[in-house]
């Protein structure tokens, strides 16, 4: 079964190759090939040499990093405001603006990393067999992931936290019976609409990016329709929708199968960053000509692949990701029988919390690729590599049995 989830991601794997070759720009398409390559490799090596108890220590391990990461960033902006990304200068706007950095130049990518610890820990935490000293941790891990990426100002970070709250209330209570799981389910959404509310009467800055950014700030006297019209124009006219909008030009332009070229966005930026209302003829300049910034990323990873890889990259992309998500889910399911068992007395067996983890991180990473580029980001990738190819071994173990011998144990 693991050959066969391998298998799963050679034909994208071959075909980003092909796509490499073929590129305009060998270094840049160097680079994306490997941001394939490279996870798969960790996954590899991982599944060789790491039987059931030493995949539950590396998750273990790993949650711990990100913890750490997250007690430095909080040390680190306390003492220097974040002017500093380890022994480095940070980048001035993010100074400016307070944002928390962590080990990262850009917040928005440190909230990533934060989010896949608070989908870890949040996996851990919704296990019924966890003790009530695991659950402990994992709540402070999560307090500290959510204070992290409130902190770092990123908008993305708290929708993806929202997000993950939403799918463990949906995928992860398998294991409770049907009255506690509703109960679970009513505390926790009465919970996080109190917080919410409590938030956005605030005036912390924080939230104050979200109601700038959404025309939330002046809606007094404004219809639903018209704060939807203005969130929309808001972001039409950002920075990110003026790049989502020369990617899908970029595409469309190109033959829409193949893309235009895996790493080729950052060349071809500037001839499609302007928008199509020009007339060249009649001497009309574009309403948006964007000639002021270079983008590098489309901060959409999900629009860039489409736009480098096309419509064929994508659709090979999504066979793997279906596929991992299908195992887990399936994984959940038996787990979640297992332990309704009468005569279950198996403690220390269970692989639940560490099944779960793994999908709410790609989960996460999913989401929040929607509008940012975090899985441009070498760390992130290798992170959210070792902990999906972790939980897809423990799930494929769940459902057919372990394959690993004792001294692999």
Same mark, same amino acid.
């Given at each position: 079964?693991?050959?066969?989830?391998?298998?799963?991601?050679?034909?994208?794997?071959?075909?980003?190759?092909?796509?490499?070759?073929?590129?305009?720009?060998?270094?840049?398409?160097?680079?994306?090939?490997?941001?394939?390559?490279?996870?798969?490799?960790?996954?590899?090596?991982?599944?060789?040499?790491?039987?059931?108890?030493?995949?539950?220590?590396?998750?273990?391990?790993?949650?711990?990093?990100?913890?750490?990461?997250?007690?430095?960033?909080?040390?680190?902006?306390?003492?220097?405001?974040?002017?500093?990304?380890?022994?480095?200068?940070?980048?001035?706007?993010?100074?400016?603006?307070?944002?928390?950095?962590?080990?990262?130049?850009?917040?928005?990518?440190?909230?990533?990393?934060?989010?896949?610890?608070?989908?870890?820990? $949040?996996? %851990?935490?919704? *296990?019924?067999?966890? +003790?009530? #000293? /695991?659950?402990?941790?994992? =709540?402070?891990?999560? !307090?500290? @992931?959510?204070?992290?990426?409130?902190?770092?100002?990123?908008?993305?970070?708290?929708?993806?936290?929202?997000?993950?709250?939403?799918?463990? $209330?949906? %995928?992860?209570? *398998?294991?409770?019976? +049907?009255? #506690? /799981?509703?109960?679970?389910? =009513?505390?926790?959404? !009465?919970? @996080?609409?109190?917080?919410?509310?409590?938030?956005?009467?605030?005036?912390?800055?924080?939230?104050?990016?979200?109601?700038?950014?959404?025309?939330?700030?002046?809606?007094? *006297?404004?219809?639903?329709?018209?704060?939807?019209?203005?969130?929309?124009?808001?972001?039409?006219?950002?920075?990110?929708?003026?790049?989502?909008?020369?990617?899908?030009?970029?595409?469309?332009?190109?033959?829409?199968?193949?893309?235009?070229?895996?790493?080729?966005?950052?060349?071809?930026?500037?001839?499609?960053?302007?928008?199509?209302?020009?007339?060249?003829?009649?001497?009309?300049?574009?309403?948006?000509?964007?000639?002021?910034?270079?983008?590098?990323?489309?901060?959409?990873?999900?629009?860039?692949?489409?736009?480098?890889?096309?419509?064929?990259?994508?659709?090979?992309?999504?066979?793997?990701?279906?596929?991992?998500?299908?195992?887990?889910?399936?994984?959940?399911?038996?787990?979640?029988?297992?332990?309704?068992?009468?005569?279950?007395?198996?403690?220390?067996?269970?692989?639940?919390?560490?099944?779960?983890?793994?999908?709410?991180?790609?989960?996460?990473?999913?989401?929040?690729?929607?509008?940012?580029?975090?899985?441009?980001?070498?760390?992130?990738?290798?992170?959210?590599?070792?902990?999906?190819?972790?939980?897809?071994?423990?799930?494929?173990?769940?459902?057919?049995?372990?394959?690993?011998?004792?001294?692999?144990?």
């Amino acid at each position: 079964m693991i050959s066969f989830v391998l298998w799963g991601y050679a034909p994208f794997l071959l075909y980003s190759l092909i796509r490499a070759f073929q590129s305009g720009v060998y270094m840049n398409a160097e680079r994306s090939f490997l941001l394939h390559l490279t996870p798969l490799l960790l996954a590899v090596t991982i599944l060789v040499s790491c039987g059931v108890s030493r995949l539950k220590t590396l998750y273990n391990v790993i949650l711990t990093n990100l913890f750490l990461i997250g007690i430095y960033a909080i040390i680190n902006h306390a003492l220097n405001g974040s002017k500093l990304v380890l022994w480095m200068p940070g980048y001035e706007q993010y100074i400016a603006e307070a944002r928390m950095t962590g080990t990262y130049y850009c917040p928005d990518h440190f909230a990533g990393a934060m989010e896949i610890g608070f989908a870890m820990a $949040l996996g %851990l935490f919704t *296990g019924r067999e966890s +003790t009530i #000293k /695991r659950r402990l941790l994992c =709540g402070l891990v999560m !307090a500290l @992931a959510v204070y992290c990426t409130i902190m770092s100002k990123s908008r993305g970070g708290g929708l993806t936290i929202l997000i993950l709250l939403v799918s463990v $209330l949906t %995928l992860g209570l *398998g294991q409770w019976r +049907t009255a #506690k /799981r509703w109960i679970i389910r =009513g505390i926790a959404t !009465a919970a @996080a609409i109190a917080a919410l509310i409590i938030l956005w009467n605030s005036n912390i800055a924080y939230m104050n990016r979200f109601k700038v950014h959404f025309g939330f700030d002046s809606t007094a *006297g404004k219809s639903t329709e018209q704060v939807i019209e203005t969130a929309k124009i808001n972001l039409i006219n950002s920075c990110r929708g003026r790049m989502y909008a020369g990617a899908i030009r970029a595409w469309r332009s190109s033959n829409m199968l193949f893309g235009i070229g895996p790493g080729m966005h950052q060349h071809l930026w500037p001839h499609f960053s302007a928008s199509e209302d020009g007339d060249r003829e009649n001497g009309i300049w574009p309403s948006s000509t964007f000639y002021d910034l270079h983008s590098y990323e489309v901060h959409s990873d999900w629009l860039q692949l489409l736009e480098e890889y096309g419509t064929i990259g994508i659709i090979l992309f999504l066979i793997p990701v279906a596929l991992i998500t299908f195992i887990h889910i399936k994984a959940l399911s038996h787990e979640s029988r297992r332990r309704k068992r009468r005569d279950w007395n198996e403690p220390g067996t269970e692989m639940h919390g560490y099944i779960l983890g793994g999908l709410l991180s790609g989960i996460a990473m999913a989401f929040h690729s929607l509008g940012d580029f975090n899985l441009q980001i070498p760390a992130t990738v290798w992170i959210l590599g070792a902990v999906v190819a972790t939980s897809t071994v423990l799930s494929i173990s769940s459902i057919y049995g372990s394959t690993r011998t004792k001294e692999n144990e």
